[in-house]
């Protein structure tokens, strides 16, 4: 157990809709990051919260957004969802303490199945 | 941005044979991680490895940060073994940690 919490575990929604995916960072990280992993590829970078703050975007789609809350847990929003957007989402979370990144550590990931 | 490169992209090996993973980085970097994910999708930290040499048991990793280049190294594979394993690297000023395509290895019984 790598003391990341992601819910849910699984999403089964339609076409168009919108979803919203949490995490919840092992006690202590300040970082947040979301990848995205579609069927056999590799893990796409989304988006770096540190202590609230977005710190650096990947190929994050318009259609998405992210945030990081005092509790420093974060939620990935997907909206008006597209078949393409079927994949797995993970959380990670580092110390990052000083700045840098560091160790990261993943959660088991949201397997989102858009229909 | 930084590129990652993994080398071999498949690897299939007899059940205690040895292999060598390579990642190979276009800058400079102050984090270096490998992870190996299983086939039920979890992925498992196995190396923190910025720089310098780590073992754990059957594994061990070196990264030559001035050569730009990480190796990993499975010696005596098992079956458990089988799974895609990545590097991912951060580079030095940045904050994104960018995955590599990762190796996928399959280990025969």
């Known amino acids: 157990d790598s003391g990341v919490t992601q819910t849910p575990k699984h999403l089964i929604t339609a076409t168009g809709q919108r979803v919203t995916l949490r995490c919840s960072p092992r006690?202590?990280?300040?970082?947040v990051y979301w990848y995205q992993q579609s069927l056999d590829q590799g893990l796409q970078f989304l988006i770096q919260?540190?202590?609230?703050?977005?710190?650096a975007k990947g190929n994050i789609l318009e259609r998405f957004s992210a945030q990081q809350f005092p509790d420093l847990h974060s939620e990935l929003n997907l909206s008006s969802l597209e078949l393409g957007d079927s994949a797995l989402y993970f959380c990670?979370?580092?110390?990052?303490?000083?700045?840098?990144?560091?160790?990261?550590?993943f959660g088991q990931g949201t397997r989102l199945t858009v229909v | 941005g930084i590129q990652v490169e993994q080398s071999p992209p498949d690897l299939i090996l007899q059940e205690g044979a040895n292999s060598t993973l390579r990642c190979n980085f276009s800058?400079?970097?102050?984090?270096l991680q490998w992870f190996h994910q299983n086939p039920w999708g979890q992925l498992i930290n196995l190396f923190y490895?910025?720089?310098g040499t780590k073992q754990n048991g059957r594994l061990s990793a070196t990264t030559v940060a001035t050569e730009r280049y990480s190796l990993l190294y499975i010696s005596s594979s098992q079956t458990t073994d089988s799974g895609v394993y990545f590097c991912?690297?951060?580079?030095?000023?940045?904050?994104?940690?960018?995955f590599g395509a990762g190796t996928r290895l399959f280990v025969k019984a």
């Open positions: 490895i910025p720089s």
């Open positions: 990670a979370s580092s110390p990052n303490r000083g700045g840098q990144n560091t160790e990261a550590f």
């Open positions: 991912a690297v951060g580079n030095t000023g940045g904050f994104k940690t960018i």
């Open positions: 006690s202590g990280d300040l970082s």
């Open positions: 919260y540190y202590n609230g703050e977005e710190r």
């Open positions: 800058d400079s970097v102050n984090n």
